[in-house]
């Protein structure tokens, strides 16, 4: 299935690997014509989900580069690290919370007579490997070290006074930030669900100190959460939540849980509900004062923090469809990177190019279309349904006579005719 998404996502122009013509780089990726809109749609729709349809949440976008007493002061540069075991045979590196893949790579070496005289493992101890990417800034040697972020979080900590100061918000209230991340995965893998730079979309959701509270809106958040894929098409019963052990927990989180979605190549968090308490504020020496009643206190805060890749990459996983020989992805609209394909009956007469462009470019003006006029028809159809395109418009011979158009519907594969000048509202419609 793995296989079937990425060839799909390069045969379409959703994905490529970064820098593909010099091999890749891995851990990174790029995205293509058809990606980069289905990319900007997910962003768009939480952003509009989570900040507009709110009354209470703002939005910020900081900068990826912070001044390094940032992440001292948020616990990163001591503790955001993973467990890495290296191969003594080897020398790969491992994260070492992964067992399955650990046992996959000792039957490498099962008739190895190279492993050091007297070890019993191929193991060496495991270390904490810190996951910040440095970076050096500056035109005097040496150079000051600093980072690209580890999570987007801390932008809208250390803006939380400019906030309260230059806006009306008062507690409780969130700020909303879309933005990339980079870690310095010991693994990348699975395509783009563990990359090295990726989109982070998060909601910093600032309360007044209280258990009960606090309780309550992280279980609020969590139910939001979960509707907001499910809105978007993703199947409820591929989706669990799964909260984390003690032991397992992030360095800033009080208790924490994952959304999960059934990926093939198993359960696989989503996006992270965590309770961070006061530790950021509390760390940055952040309080927030209540200007009715003088009170004065750290808040805490509740966070939703969801990956735009991860996002990205389940939603084409939970669409991908074969039937028969047809393959179509069954997006929900909303996040398609085109809403429609315009196509000319034939590329080689010049009315039905004339009346196709028109209709393409008056569809454009408030949807997003594609044009295709090559091959037949059959084969556009092909191609469209593996972007995803939820509906194609031919224009024939009867267009020129009548004014209308066949309209076909990717899920069904039925066609209706249809006026051209109904065409707006009707897809208006069905988008919603
Ligand atoms: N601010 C909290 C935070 O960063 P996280 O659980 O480490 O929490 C949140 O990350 C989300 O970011 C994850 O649920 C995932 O969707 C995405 N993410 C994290 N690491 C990633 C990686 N290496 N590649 C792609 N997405 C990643």
Redesign the pocket.
């Known amino acids: 299935m793995m296989e079937k998404i990425t060839s799909l996502a390069k045969r379409r122009g959703f994905i490529f690997q970064g820098s593909d013509i010099y091999g890749g780089y891995q851990?990174f990726w790029d995205y293509g014509p058809a990606g980069v809109e289905m990319k900007n749609n997910i962003k768009k729709e939480w952003w509009k989900y989570m900040v507009y349809d709110q009354e209470n949440v703002v939005g910020i976008d900081a900068a990826i580069v912070m001044n390094p007493i940032v992440w001292d002061k948020s616990g990163h540069l001591k503790a955001f690290t993973d467990p890495l075991v290296e191969c003594k045979v080897c020398h790969k590196r491992f994260r070492a919370d992964n067992e399955d893949i650990l046992r996959e790579h000792e039957k490498t070496h099962k008739d190895e007579k190279d492993l050091p005289a007297g070890e019993a493992s191929i193991w060496a101890e495991a270390k904490t490997f810190n996951l910040m990417t440095e970076v050096l800034l500056g035109t005097t040697e040496p150079k000051e070290k600093s980072y690209l972020r580890?999570?987007?979080?801390q932008g809208a900590f250390v803006n939380f006074k400019n906030v309260v100061d230059s806006t009306r918000v008062k507690i409780p209230f969130g700020i909303a930030q879309i933005g990339k991340?980079f870690?310095n995965?010991i693994t990348?893998g699975n395509f783009?669900?563990?990359?090295?730079?990726?989109?982070?979309m998060?909601l910093e959701y600032f309360i007044k100190p209280d258990e009960k509270d606090s309780k309550e809106t992280f279980e609020y958040f969590k139910d939001m959460r979960k509707k907001w894929y499910e809105s978007l098409g993703i199947n409820p019963k591929k989706l669990r939540f799964h909260d984390h052990e003690p032991d397992k927990i992030?360095h800033?989180a009080r208790y924490?849980t994952?959304?999960e979605y059934e990926a093939p190549f198993g359960w696989s968090?989503?996006?992270?509900i965590?309770h961070r308490g006061d530790y950021d504020l509390g760390n940055h020496g952040l309080k927030y004062k209540d200007n009715m009643t003088g009170e004065e206190y750290t808040p805490w805060v509740i966070?939703t923090?969801?990956?735009?890749?991860?996002?990205m990459l389940f939603f084409l996983v939970d669409a991908y469809r074969e039937d028969g020989d047809r393959v179509y992805l069954k997006l929900n609209p909303k996040i398609a990177p085109y809403k429609v394909a315009v196509f000319p009956l034939l590329a080689n007469k010049p009315d039905l190019l004339a009346k196709a462009r028109d209709i393409y470019k008056d569809l454009k003006r408030s949807l997003s279309v594609t044009w295709d006029d090559r091959g037949n028809i059959g084969k556009r159809y092909f191609a469209q349904d593996e972007i995803g395109t939820p509906w194609c418009v031919t224009v024939d011979f009867e267009t020129l006579n009548d004014n209308s158009v066949t309209v076909r519907d990717r899920d069904s594969a039925t066609q209706v005719r249809i006026a051209i000048d109904k065409l707006p509202e009707y897809f208006q419609n069905r988008l919603g």
């Open positions: 851990g580890g999570e987007i979080t991340a870690r995965e990348p783009t669900f563990r990359s090295r730079e990726f989109e982070q998060e992030a800033y924490a994952d959304l968090e989503f996006e992270g965590h966070e923090s969801g990956g735009v890749d991860r996002a």
